[in-house]
């Protein structure tokens, strides 16, 4: 390989920054050295969110799972692991990861990890109930909460009157499964229903609807977070649903967040949001509904035993307790994919024990627990355990800024407002408030 290694910098810091995987290294430390735009992409943080902390920091609750933090431990690389998490936008992602240790001399220097984006394609694999071979109607919904209830009850209107639809809620409340219910029960019927998948950089999406919207079959066509499509493919989404608008698809999509908040900040067309918005309906987080927990085991458990033949009783009174007071922040998703993780681990339990409960979600209630703190554990306490000045002001200012956004119900444009700072400020503290 001709030139030196100076010549080369050039070369590899662009191959670096305009690789489809996501690239995070760091010293033996655990300190940053590359951490690449895809990895900022995927993990919804910033370089300036990671460049003075260390991955110990940043994963303090979350060892188990840092396969960069066991390869600077073991020395030994890990290579071909799925990971699926929520990011520090809320978004669902799933990885594989590669990630070796670096040598030099004999010495080990860091390690480097490369992550494989496949969100997209899990998402055409798996989808909650799809993999039980039914359809998905109301009937299979399960909901019992008043906030669900109206949901369904203004999807079903939607479903005679054939208007767009857009769905908003969080990643994970199942803002799919209520599009599919809405198809079953469009009328007239519509033929086939699509799901397009929407990405940042992907334009294949908007060549593949209107490869589609250019076929004379009626169809539901449902875009999924349509705010992941840059500007342009949105412009020419929405230009491509406008010519197809008197046909006869019924037009459904979903956001992931309040869709002012979204234009404002130039990740929503608002002529999109327009022509969507004809039927506007909020799926809202566990977090706000809980009482559709226990149902929704119940349901998991019963759809599971039709299947596997492995029968349980439902939960101890200890797990759901615990269940109930988690906030669930994949929602929905979240709870499934729990409730694999722990039926994998069943052998002779007549219900869900504390035992059987993974050790990532633990810690999860861990960190829940320590930020979930009476408010008075930051202003006082005694001589053996007061806070340095630092950690005291960042517990105030977590504690205030959670009382503003819950005050404005977490619209960013307003508490942001009343904050007197930016959107992008506020947007910042939130993501530090995270860590």
């Not at 940043?58 to 066991?70: A, G, I, Y």
């Not at 997209?120 to 039980?132: F, H, V």
């Not at 035992?355 to 408010?375: C, G, M, N, R, V």
Request: aromatic letters at 10%; one cysteine or more; glycine letters at 4%.
């Amino acid at each position: 390989m001709k030139g030196n290694k100076e010549n080369l910098l050039p070369f590899y810091k662009f191959a670096t920054e305009h690789a489809s995987v996501g690239i995070h290294a760091v010293d033996k430390s655990g300190n940053t050295i590359i951490y690449n735009e895809k990895m900022m992409e995927i993990e919804g943080l910033y370089l300036t969110d990671i460049r003075d902390r260390s991955i110990v920091e940043l994963f303090q609750f979350e060892k188990e799972d840092s396969t960069l933090l066991k390869v600077l431990q073991t020395k030994k690389p890990i290579q071909n692991i799925k990971q699926t998490y929520w990011n520090q936008n809320g978004q669902e992602i799933t990885t594989i990861n590669d990630t070796f240790p670096i040598i030099e001399k004999n010495e080990l220097i860091g390690a480097i990890e490369i992550a494989r984006d496949i969100t997209t394609l899990e998402k055409l694999m798996y989808q909650p109930l799809r993999r039980y071979g039914e359809s998905i109607t109301f009937n299979v919904i399960t909901a019992v909460s008043e906030p669900m209830r109206k949901v369904i009850e203004t999807a079903k209107k939607a479903a005679i009157t054939k208007l767009p639809v857009l769905l908003i809620g969080e990643s994970g409340t199942g803002k799919d499964l209520i599009a599919e219910a809405i198809h079953h029960s469009a009328t007239p019927a519509t033929e086939n229903y699509m799901t397009f998948f929407c990405h940042k950089s992907d334009g294949s999406t908007v060549e593949r609807l209107k490869k589609h919207l250019h076929t004379n079959d009626r169809s539901t066509i449902f875009c999924e977070r349509i705010e992941y499509l840059s500007l342009e493919l949105q412009k020419e989404c929405l230009r491509l649903l406008e010519e197809h608008r008197q046909d006869s698809h019924l037009f459904i999509a979903s956001i992931g967040g309040d869709p002012i908040d979204l234009i404002a900040s130039g990740e929503l067309l608002k002529e999109l949001y327009y022509f969507f918005a004809a039927v506007s309906i909020n799926v809202p987080p566990l977090r706000e509904r809980k009482e559709d927990i226990q149902p929704f085991v119940a349901d998991y458990l019963k759809r599971y035993e039709k299947r596997f033949g492995v029968k349980l009783k439902g939960m101890s009174k200890e797990v759901e307790q615990l269940f109930m007071s988690y906030d669930w922040p994949g929602n929905l998703k979240e709870l499934e994919i729990l409730l694999d993780d722990v039926m994998a681990l069943v052998t002779n339990e007549e219900e869900i024990t504390d035992e059987l409960l993974p050790i990532h979600f633990k810690w999860k209630l861990q960190a829940y627990d320590a930020s979930a703190k009476k408010t008075d554990s930051f202003i006082f306490q005694n001589d053996k355990e007061l806070l340095p000045l630092d950690g005291y002001l960042r517990r105030a200012e977590e504690y205030y800024l959670n009382k503003v956004l819950n005050m404005y119900h977490h619209n960013i444009t307003k508490a942001a407002e009343a904050l007197g700072m930016s959107r992008q400020n506020l947007q910042y503290r939130i993501r530090k408030m995270k860590k």
